[in-house]
T-cell receptor, first 112, second 112 residues
Framework: NAGVTQTPKFRILKIGQSMTLQCTQDMNHNYMYWYRQDPGMGLKLIYYSVGAGITDKGEVPNGYNVSRSTTEDFPLRLELAAPSQTSVYFC???????????FGPGTRLLVL | GEDVEQSLFLSVREGDSSVINCTYTDSSSTYLYWYKQEPGAGLQLLTYIFSNMDMKQDQRLTVLLNKKDKHLSLRIADTQTGDSAIYFCAESKGSSASKIIFGSGTRLSIRP
């Protein structure tokens, strides 16, 4: 997956719990993204970052927070997990060439 | 409406050509992408086209872009069983084309 690591691979949360999904890259790319993919659906952009210290909302940011203190890491935080956040979460990176976006293997989250 | 729209399903006979269509709304999109997702896997970039191009060919794949109608298509020649997957269209938006928005995906199934 081209130097994009996501942890954990799978997690079950109870309603109201919090957790952080980790995304780390070793390609020194400026652009990083968080998407969610609901069962049988396409990808929705949650948040993205164009560089360390800069983040911006995507299509579905409610219920999530992000930070980008380093180029390598872009964690996604869920503060109060809800069943509607059951999904597969993909982190992606992109270089300045604007061409290729590489995806991580995904984190499967189940909120019960 | 959705920024990027695709039909949900396409069924073709093995050996025939597949044509997957996509419409998008942002005329300022810089790059348009096609991704492939096999069951249980992440997304794999197949090809992309810059907005000032009309066509791009890469082996069995042909991308056509009609910028006036905001219509993108992916043609797969000599479709094989290994082409069974979900195909996502995506567009880049925003400053520096940093925001990438996906369609809901087209599920391609191959008949013997």
């Amino acid at each position: 997956n081209a130097g994009v690591t996501q942890t954990p691979k799978f997690r079950i949360l109870k309603i109201g719990q919090s957790m952080t999904l980790q995304c780390t890259q070793d390609m020194n790319h400026n652009y990083m993204y968080w998407y969610r993919q609901d069962p049988g659906m396409g990808l929705k952009l949650i948040y993205y970052s164009v560089g360390a210290g800069i983040t911006d909302k995507g299509e579905v940011p409610n219920g999530y927070n992000v930070s980008r203190s380093t180029t390598e890491d872009f964690p996604l935080r869920l503060e109060l997990a809800a069943p509607s956040q059951t999904s597969v979460y993909f982190c992606a990176i992109k270089g300045d060439s604007q061409e290729t976006q590489y995806f991580g293997p995904g984190t499967r989250l189940l909120v019960l | 409406g959705e920024d990027v729209e695709q039909s949900l399903f396409l069924s073709v006979r093995e050996g025939d050509s597949s044509v997957i269509n996509c419409t998008y709304t942002d005329s300022s999109s810089t790059y348009l992408y096609w991704y492939k997702q096999e069951p249980g896997a992440g997304l794999q970039l197949l090809t992309y086209i810059f907005s000032n191009m009309d066509m791009k060919q890469d082996q069995r794949l042909t991308v056509l872009l009609n910028k006036k109608d905001k219509h993108l298509s992916l043609r797969i020649a000599d479709t094989q069983t290994g082409d069974s997957a979900i195909y996502f269209c995506a567009e880049s938006k925003g400053s520096s084309a940093s925001k990438i928005i996906f369609g809901s995906g087209t599920r391609l199934s191959i008949r013997p």
